[in-house]
């Protein structure tokens, strides 16, 4: 997602360890590059794609028998469940943190 106008306050989630695989298909691009740790980033959006300030990562090993599909199911559980947590806990730290207090 690429905006023209954005908020430092505006997240999303990637489903690899940006800056690596940014854009669509991060687990294809995952495995053409030999990756044996994946995992997924949320991070606060900027002008440009998969760019912005790193707000949490959770890595997720690449098992042997993997494919795109099952990598992608193991970082969508933890970016689910894990990431999500966490990340809503450091955002709004760095909302205090950009505006001053809440």
Known sequence: MVR???SAKDSQHH???L???PGLEAQEQAFA???KVSGCTVHFVDEELDHGAIVVQK???VLDGDDE???AARILEQEQSRIRKRSISCWVENLKFLDGDL
């Open 59 to 61: 890595t997720v090993p």
């Open 19 to 21: 800056p690596a695989f």
């Open 4 to 6: 023209a106008a954005v």
């Open 69 to 71: 599909h099952t990598l």
């Open 33 to 35: 590059y030999g990756v």
């Open 15 to 17: 489903p690899s360890l």
